[in-house]
């Protein structure tokens, strides 16, 4: 059981604030992601590089990394259905090993670090979104045995503020969708009752000329609704 740290220090304060106005900014999830893991070697002891992957539709995927090495790690997991990132996001708990050369919970995964790769110990912390695990945190060492107890609460606290991050671009997101939606859908009303009027056809008719130019155009639906509202509201 991971123990509790106390007051966060300046860089941490200062870190997280940057995280907090990326997320406020309206900035890309990408740039947070990054900033999340770039985030890592920063704060907590003994960390070389990090990768953040998160699960999307049953898939394991790296979002961001501070490094090659990271990443290779990362596909290796993903190939191997093995590693601290994997069990972090399907367990319910942190997987720290410090020193993969000793002993190792992963030895497919360890195999290919310590023959291809400068990493000598590796640990994994889950991501949270709305109760969900949606993804993990990998922090990486290349010295044995640097990563202990510690520095694996300094990555569950970075990991947790991780989450809200996530959490608060994801919300954002479904908002701009949801936004975008209704906008499209009021665009494509206004289009075929424009043209029920203009070609005197009742709404199925109208919807089946709009969906038929769609696909002559190769266009979306919401588009050639755009271009009939525009062609309409051009003065002439």
Known sequence: MSR????????????????AALVYAGSSTDDVYRAVVNAAPRLVPGVDRASLVMLRRGRFVTVAATDPVARAVDEAEVRLQEGPCVDAIVDDTMYLDPDLAASTTWPRLTEFVLQRTPVRGGAGVRIVVDDEKV???????????????????????????????????????QAATLREGLRSNREIGKAVGLLMAFHKVDEDKAWEILRTTSRDLNQKVSEVAQTIIDYHNTPW
């Open 4 to 19: 509790i740290i106390g007051k966060p220090d300046d860089e941490m304060v200062e870190v997280f604030g940057a995280i």
């Open 135 to 173: 993804g993990a945190l990998n922090v990486w060492s290349d010295v044995p045995g640097r990563l202990d107890p510690t520095c694996a609460d300094r990555a569950m606290v970075l990991a947790s503020f991780a989450s809200l991050a996530v959490a608060a671009g994801h919300h954002r997101e």
